[in-house]
């Protein structure tokens, strides 16, 4: 009985670890100045569609910087896929940096090699924005 009773309470924990996992992972935008707005123009290295939050890589004036974007479903609202960015690529983006000035931080807008301005505001609705004539 007793065995009976430390696996099912160990069943119970290693269950409780596998449904809390998923809900610490994701964070606030605490670690990002959103009172900072930086514009940089680089080289896209790589661009990672993945959930909970797509990730961009790129490089600007040599150094190589990592930038948190929506989730795809978020981006695909404002017209992004996971192949509107290819290593090479020249993009500008506004970004929030990272409070601990490591060269990275929470992305705006990015401006596409083909001059299509993306928009991502926090707590709103990505947007495209009209492009002009």
Known sequence: MFKKLIAAAAALALGGAIVAGPASAHHSYAM????????????????????????????AD????????A???????????????KPGDKVTVKLHPRRDKALGGSLQSVVLADGKTLVFEAGRQPQPQPQPQ
Not at 62 to 69: C, F, K, R, T
């Open 32 to 59: 990002f100045d959103s009172a900072t707005t930086m514009t940089l123009a680089g080289t896209v290295v790589s661009w990672d569609w993945t959930n909970p939050h797509s990730f961009l890589q790129f490089m």
């Open 62 to 69: 040599g150094q190589h910087w990592d930038l948190e974007a």
């Open 71 to 85: 989730s795809p479903s978020m981006l695909s609202r404002a017209g992004m896929t996971r192949n509107s960015l």
